[in-house]
């Protein structure tokens, strides 16, 4: 009888072990579809990335592993991935800037990111232009890290926004009395043994993407090319001026869009690679099949967040250009 009870008692705890453990598995997974969901909304029906799942879910979210190489070298570019938006972390040698700030939802992923990414403060912090995809998290960013300079676009070329995203970013740069420059073609800016240069500071608009900055990273081994969200008559005027424009690596001017990345342009340009920085299958349909055109008719090698995550490129010990993703896409 004894043995029996016994036997009883152990089925009714592995039942009970195996219930708790498909009742914590449902949780589970109604609260990833939860954060799916609401962060959906907020995404305007595109699917969260793993920066906002990682935000939402308070975790701090992950560096791609990279080679041992790579993570010894001391020119890195990284694309992070902040779904519809953009963020770029220029790393030379210890110093670092950051090139816009993705949307405000994003913003606790990125700060994540930027700190398991070593920075402890920021030499430059760039502005391409004040739409909430390229500046919603730069509050977040100056709450967290010293910024010796913030650098700006030219306000004064377009109607001045009235956000509160963007006048609270202003409010907050003052009171922290961070030193800002508005930012004119020619101005160059060190950044350790690299230099950032303003190729194009925007055109007069009524659209706020052409105010965008146009600026060219240059490190031993690698030029990168980014243009914010400039439209065909930013990429006009820069090479109307004469800019030399050559890259190993351009991202894609507005998350790939066709009203940017013009054939002529990227003739101009000829890069290796490209990144498009977007959201998994967000409204806009970014990238555009003419962008993606052009950047097959240059040869460039096509490498997207939305698919591929988070990319970092960087500079091997033989000095030749490589690419890191953070996840592969899918066949």
Sequence with gaps: MAASRRKKKQRKEKFEKALTAVLCGIVAALVLLAAVISLSEENGGALPTWQQLYSWFGV??????????????????????????????????????????GEREAADGLVAYLQAAGVAKLDL???????????????????????????????AKAPMPTTSTFLNLLDAIREKQISTVTARAGDVFPLGEGTLTVL??????????????????????????????????????????GADVHADVFKAAHHGSSTSNTQVFLDAVRPQAVVVSCGAGNFYGHPHSEALAAFANVGAQVYRTDTEGTIIAYVDKAGVLQMAVSRQEAA
């Design 60 to 101: 701090a979210a992950p560096v791609p592993h990279l080679p041992e190489e790579a993570a010894g070298a001391a020119t890195k570019v990284h694309f992070i991935d902040v779904g519809q938006g953009d963020a770029v972390l220029l790393e030379q040698n210890g110093a670092f800037a950051l090139i816009d700030a």
């Design 200 to 241: 194009g500071d925007g055109v007069a608009a009524e659209n706020l993407n052409d105010i965008s900055l146009v600026t060219l990273f240059e490190a031993p081994g690698l030029r990168c090319l980014s243009s914010g969200d400039g439209e065909k008559a930013v990429e006009d005027a820069v090479l109307a001026s």
């Design 125 to 155: 912090l760039v502005m391409t232009h004040p739409h909430a995809d390229h500046i919603g998290g730069m509050q977040a960013v100056l709450d967290a890290f010293p910024v010796d300079r913030a650098v700006l676009p030219d306000f």
